[in-house]
């Protein structure tokens, strides 16, 4: 099953622009992270959120978290050019037959 | 550090052969996770292992099968393949569970 679905599905903005993408998941979760991948490659991680938090930041990133809302976002500052790629969330809840679960992603694409 | 090593880049077979796929984590992490990634359904979680144990396993059927050995190094094996098992088949390692995940480049799969 899905636990984590993001939206948009795909986002075009211009370079310098901000960007937001949202994440939703179904059940309670021990932490949430962020991934990017670019074109088919492997994923890279990009900040992990614990259940306890409410708010992070890494470099041009930041992320926050509702867990009353079972929802995060990413926000990613003053767009570039090689941030063109595809963004997942994915929720760890703990275990069981989910371990860490992907949504299927935005395709973020930066204009030059 | 070497990264996260998977091996082969690229495999061709045709239905009803069976295959294996290795993956070699980054030095000191003992947590080794699997995933499928198709256009269509996405990235599906496989298997977790952590210490030679399996920890989690998704919602595949037996064909899909892994193990790690006592140096962290996992394998995937898959048997009686099918056309639908043509995918990206991702192998990522991480310091324990419930952090955040190093991921490999992948191995392509084609089932002919």
């Known amino acids: 099953s899905q636990q984590g679905e993001e939206d948009p599905q795909a986002l075009s903005i211009q370079e310098g622009e901000n960007a937001t993408m949202n994440c939703s998941y179904k059940t309670s979760i021990n932490n949430l992270q962020w991934y990017r991948q670019n074109s088919g490659r492997g994923l890279v991680h990009l900040i992990l959120i614990r259940s306890n938090e409410r708010e992070k930041h890494s470099g041009r990133l930041r992320v926050t978290l509702d867990t009353s809302k079972k929802s995060s976002s990413l926000l990613i500052t003053a767009s570039r050019a090689a941030d063109t790629a595809s963004y997942f969330c994915?929720?760890?809840?703990?275990?069981?037959?989910?371990?860490?679960?992907f949504g299927k992603g935005t395709h973020l694409i930066i204009q030059p | 550090k070497a990264g996260v090593t998977q091996t082969p880049r690229y495999l061709i077979k045709t239905r009803g052969q069976q295959v294996t796929l290795s993956c070699s984590p980054i030095?000191?992490?003992?947590?080794v996770s699997w995933y499928q990634q198709t256009p269509g359904q996405g990235l599906q979680f496989l298997f977790e292992?952590?210490?030679?144990?399996?920890?989690n396993k998704g919602n595949f059927p037996g064909r899909f099968s892994g193990r790690q050995f006592s140096n962290s190094r996992s394998e995937m094996n898959v048997s009686t393949l099918e056309l639908g098992d043509s995918a990206l088949y991702l192998c990522a390692s991480g310091p324990g569970p419930n952090e955040k995940l190093f991921f490999g480049s992948g191995t392509q799969l084609s089932v002919l």
């Open positions: 292992y952590f210490s030679e144990t399996q920890r």
């Open positions: 994915a929720a760890y809840s703990g275990g069981g037959a989910d371990g860490l679960t």
């Open positions: 030095s000191g992490h003992r947590s």
